[in-house]
């Protein structure tokens, strides 16, 4: 097993991510190209969104057609580029600054995302949907993972983020029944987007202090209880609010949060509370999540470590509410039932907790989850929540708890084969 | 002036008076020893003085003000830093994550330089993690600066536990029974670490231990607690044939 595994690995050591980015770039080509001829060829009904998933299971007849695509489109395309160019892009990664490096790889992967996704709308808004869910996984792992206290709060926030922005948006912006004729010019629409999300992120967050302030008073599970009478507690505010339309939503949210909008407030967010997690007053908040009283002994202020935690994950839930309101162009109470809190939980416990790449791998998984399994509607209730079990069981610190992913041997090495250290785990 | 002055210290838990009237003054540079029998009501002296409960009555005047009543982190910015009798380490951190959060009230860069790694937060990064390594060295633990803490021998973990009380820069340093649990050599070897953090930082010491041996070679004052009481106080040799004492501890001290 190991030595399959070890083995399976030389296939990729050496090759740094920027030229696997390189291969999926290539990959999103050559689908544009020839994607459709290949899938009709095939006897696909089209290029298949994602990955085929969906297609699997409504006819598994079609599995082989669609192995025979993702391997001819992305396996070969990828893997083929990725190894012509790794000599090249080994020798120009080692000489970057880190910065240089990060900022790079992240363009690297906007091309990307945004190239395969802009073939096909609905890759696009579930690609955007997926953002929007690594935002409100990370953020929650603030509290639920660094800070160790059990919050259900994030689609209260994202409800209050969602409402706020898009009364900003629509009355500044559109021609509403409601609101009155636009007051600016609807062409200014883009550069206003994040200031309203920005202020919806805050009324997020001064809604969070009123929250905050009783349950970290006092020591105990008060947070989950009263978090959750939060979330029903917006939802019957909004119903009651006529002028945004009360339980029949509120919509006419003008198109501003295209992919490249809604990837660069995520790799904003993740960007945030990376800094914050990494910063020694950042990792405080650990320490009150281990033992509280030994943090304040040492001179932890463990009341402003939690109101902080608290209020940004609340800030950046209200940002992802707002992003979610101007994607999906129509927001209801019931879109921020407890039930969406429930599927951020899900992402988190999956991907595992204290961990930001755990974050976006529990949101990316729950993500396909959910697409391959589409076609079974409601019934997706009965296998996440069985698939959670089960990693729970062999992982029940979730599948990246606690340690960040790293990939070493993809890394490039100035000297040819040093011997390989596996990773720990 | 003392550097930590206490009088009539009481409390009371619910209807159990643990603490009982206490008064203390230790002079800077002292080592100062607190023993009794178990449930004397030791510990909740230290946890009194820093912060943890509020005494129901008495005060603790530290450096000239009183801190009575003051919040746990307030009194350890003052200067007053602990370790526990059960170990309390940040389990799922590394020994230097640990070391390096200790620093907290004296990190500059504030939330803003937390939230977007503005430019002065590299540096003061830097600061910490060479003073946390140099802690580390002092009590000879900087191997294991990487592992997490849950992972490392119990002597180590206690040793973690000290450098994580110096990195608050105290000047009053409570240690409650540093040798609990460990075997007599480790116990040597924590005597010659507390003397080595006495003579070089210039720290005052004072200690909750049990063994006798410990207490008696250390402090230059002893002060003897039953039911929340003083029952003895003076330096070793008066404490050792002290008659209430050795009644309070039923002759467990005459083998030590
Ligand atoms: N938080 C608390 N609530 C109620 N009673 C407590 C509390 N803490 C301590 N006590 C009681 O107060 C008394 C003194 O306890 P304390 O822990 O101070 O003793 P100690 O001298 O440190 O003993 P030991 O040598 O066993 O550590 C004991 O009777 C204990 O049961
Ligand atoms: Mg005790």
New interface residues.
């Given amino acids: 097993m190991k030595g399959r595994w070890a083995r399976f690995r030389r296939w990729f050591q050496g090759i740094p991510v920027a030229s696997w980015l390189l291969g999926g770039l290539a990959a999103a080509t050559v689908e544009r190209l020839v994607g459709l001829v290949v899938a009709y060829t095939l006897g696909l009904s089209g290029i298949p969104s994602f990955f085929g998933l969906s297609l699997i299971l409504a006819n598994p007849a079609q599995i082989p057609a669609v192995l025979v695509y993702l391997l001819v489109m992305y396996a070969l395309p990828v893997y083929l580029v990725a190894r012509a160019t790794a000599a090249w892009t080994a020798r120009l990664v080692t000489r970057m600054s880190t910065r240089t490096y990060v900022f790079v790889h992240v363009v690297l992967l906007f091309l990307v995302v945004y190239f395969w996704g802009e073939l096909d709308s609905y890759r696009l808004l579930v690609l955007r949907l997926l953002a929007i869910s690594i935002i409100l996984t990370t953020s929650l792992n603030l509290v639920n993972g660094w800070m160790g206290e059990f919050s259900v709060a994030v689609a209260g926030f994202m409800s209050v983020g969602a409402y706020v922005s898009s009364i900003v948006m629509v009355w500044g912006f559109v021609d509403d029944d409601v609101f009155g004729p636009a007051v600016f010019p609807p062409t200014l629409a883009s550069l206003a987007f994040p200031f309203a999300l920005g202020l919806g992120g805050m009324a997020a967050a001064i809604t969070a202090l009123a929250v905050a302030i009783p349950s970290f008073r006092t020591r105990g599970d008060y947070l989950a209880i009263i978090t959750l009478a939060y979330v029903f507690i917006v939802k019957s505010a909004v119903e009651n609010m006529e002028f945004i339309g009360g339980p029949r939503g509120f919509m006419n949210q003008p198109n501003v949060a295209g992919f490249p909008v809604v990837f660069i407030w995520t790799a904003l967010a993740l960007w ?1 509370i990376y ?2 997690t990494s ?6 908040t ?2 009150v ?3 509280e ?10 009341r402003k470590v939690k109101v ?1 935690a608290f209020l ?1 994950h609340a800030f950046w839930s209200g940002v992802a509410g707002g992003l979610y309101a101007h994607v999906i162009g129509y927001i209801n109470p019931s879109s921020f039932g407890i039930v969406k809190s429930a599927e951020v939980l899900a992402m988190l416990y999956l991907g595992g907790l ?1 961990s930001i790449t755990g974050s976006v791998l529990g949101a990316v998984l729950f993500q396909m989850l959910s697409e391959i399994l589409r076609p079974l509607q409601l019934a997706k209730w009965l296998v996440i929540p069985v698939v959670l079990i089960v990693v729970m069981i062999f992982r029940p610190r979730g599948l990246l708890g ?1 340690r960040e992913m790293r990939f070493p041997f993809l890394q490039p090495r100035p000297t040819e084969e040093v011997g390989y250290a596996p990773a720990s785990d | 002036m003392p550097l930590l002055q206490i009088e009539g210290l009481t409390h009371y838990f619910g209807g159990l008076r643990a603490v009982h009237r206490f008064h203390t003054r230790i002079e800077p540079g002292e080592i100062r020893g607190l023993i009794g029998p178990n449930g004397a009501g030791k510990t909740t002296i230290f946890n009194l003085t820093t912060g943890v409960y509020r005494p129901s009555e008495g005060r603790i005047v530290f450096e000239g003000r009183d801190i009575t009543g003051k919040r746990p982190h307030e009194i350890s910015r003052l200067g007053i830093a602990r370790t526990f009798q059960n170990l309390r380490l940040w389990v799922n951190l590394t020994a230097l994550d640990n070391i390096k959060i200790a620093f907290y009230a004296q990190i500059r860069y504030g939330l803003a330089g937390a939230f977007f790694g503005l430019r002065g937060r590299r540096h003061e990064e830097e600061r910490i993690e060479a003073e946390a390594r140099r802690l580390m060295r002092l009590l000879d633990i900087e191997q294991y600066a990487d592992v997490v803490v849950s992972a490392l021998p119990y002597g180590i973990q206690r040793k973690v536990e000290i450098a994580r009380a110096l990195a608050t820069r105290p000047k009053l340093l409570l240690l409650d029974e540093p040798t609990a649990g460990m075997s007599p050599a480790e116990m040597m070897d924590t005597m010659e670490v507390i003397r080595k953090l006495h003579d070089e930082l210039n720290l005052t010491i004072w200690l909750i231990e049990h063994r006798m041996k410990f207490v008696m070679s250390l402090c230059q004052h002893i002060q003897v607690l039953d039911f929340g009481e003083i029952i003895a106080e003076g330096p070793p040799d008066a404490i050792r044939n002290h008659p209430r004492v050795i009644k309070a501890y039923l002759g467990e001290m005459v083998e030590a």
């Fill in positions: 945030v800094n914050y910063s020694t007053l950042g990792k405080a650990s320490a999540r281990d033992n009283s030994a943090a304040e002994a040492m001179t932890v202020d463990t902080v940004t204290s606690f």
